[in-house]
């Protein structure tokens, strides 16, 4: 049974920084790109970040510079750091999982992805 399990979720302030956690099983975990999608209120499912099984990240623009993918396929677990948050931040996170096997992961839309985590809410007050 795949599961997909998130974590570090929160409210923060401004400025703050949060990190994301996403427990993966019931897969072949190394040989698939992993996605962080946000979905704010009343718009629709986002690309933040993925990272491919060989560790290769890719960001949208809105958050490059400031949040960083990484995972580790012996743990079968990735992260999301998130740091110099803004209020335009505030969403549900939530990872997913693509069978796509490459050095660079660009699948970026939700269609691509086989598995979902449930989601964290991620609240950022200015």
């Known amino acids: 049974q795949v599961q997909l399990v998130e974590s570090g979720g929160g409210s923060v302030q401004a400025g703050g920084s949060l990190r994301l956690s996403c427990a993966a099983s019931?897969?072949?975990?190394?040989?698939?790109?992993m996605g962080w999608f946000r979905q704010a209120p009343g718009k629709e499912r986002e690309v933040v970040a993925t990272?491919?099984?060989?560790?290769?990240?890719d960001y949208v623009d809105s958050v490059r510079g400031r949040f960083t993918a990484s995972r580790d396929n012996a743990k079968t677990t990735v992260w999301l750091q998130l740091s110099g948050l803004k209020p335009d931040d505030t969403a549900v996170y939530s990872c997913?999982?693509?069978?796509?096997?490459?050095?660079?992961?660009?699948?970026?839309?939700?269609?691509?992805?086989?598995?979902w985590g449930q989601g964290t809410q991620i609240t950022v007050s200015s």
């Open positions: 997913a999982a693509s069978a796509t096997y490459s050095v660079r992961c660009l699948s970026r839309r939700p269609s691509e992805y086989d598995y």
């Open positions: 019931g897969y072949k975990f190394n040989r698939y790109c």
């Open positions: 990272i491919s099984g060989y560790g290769t990240a």
